[in-house]
């Protein structure tokens, strides 16, 4: 009968491009511990980064500085235990401790969709109503006889040198001459996790997994 939609979308370039000369074929090591080949991309300069137990991150801006990616790579054997304690609170600590630093990064090139029904998860929740007999939704139509039958969450993502592609949506069914030193090297050839934030208010706009670049 009807569906509610609620989306973002989200296009940038970085603050610095990638170059598409320094992008070579690299492995990628999956938590299998299997590994596929992947384009990364490499760059360095003054970014902001961090590392802790576990754990290291850096985050790459987009121009006009507002918004940024970051990226955070669990040290190798590290995944279950860092993915199974991430929590806001967590989270919130990796990017509080975020600070300028000469790095070395390298980043796969990579473009990620999802789908998923949110129905059991709010369900869950006790959002149970809405999804059957009982639900009210006479203001909608006359005579009422409407209940949801669903709800799905869809994302796709896609990194490259130039930048990144991000939207989301929710849908309820009704019926360089001299080289410098830089002081760290982050590479992501193996599970990470990213996020597109907005540096002022911190709010989240994006979040993932990545687990194999050649996944799709």
């Not at 967590?90 to 990579?110: D, N, R």
Request: with cysteine.
């Amino acid at each position: 009968v009807a569906v509610l939609t609620n989306a973002v979308y989200f296009k940038s370039p970085w603050a610095e491009p990638f170059q598409d000369y320094a992008t070579s074929a690299q492995p990628f090591t999956r938590a299998d511990g299997t590994a596929v080949t992947v384009d990364m991309m490499h760059h360095a300069g003054t970014v902001p980064f961090a590392e802790g137990e576990g754990w290291t991150a850096f985050e790459l801006p987009f121009r006009g500085g507002e918004l940024a990616m970051t990226f955070i790579r669990p040290d190798d054997g590290a995944l279950a235990a860092f993915e199974s304690g991430l929590t806001a609170a967590t989270l919130g600590s990796v990017l509080s401790a975020l600070a300028p630093a000469g790095v070395e990064y390298a980043v796969p090139k990579f473009e990620s969709e999802y789908t998923v029904s949110l129905k059991a998860p709010l369900e869950a929740l006790g959002m149970t109503v809405p999804f059957s007999g009982a639900c009210d939704l006479s203001g909608m139509v006359e005579g009422g006889g409407l209940y949801l039958q669903d709800a799905f969450h869809k994302t796709f993502i896609a990194v490259d040198e130039a930048g990144a592609e991000a939207a989301a949506a929710t849908a309820i069914l009704v019926g360089e001459t001299s080289v410098p030193v830089y002081d760290h090297q982050v590479t992501l050839d193996a599970p990470f996790f990213y996020l597109i934030r907005d540096r002022a208010t911190g709010a989240v706009l994006f979040f993932g997994r990545m687990g194999d670049p050649t996944a799709g």
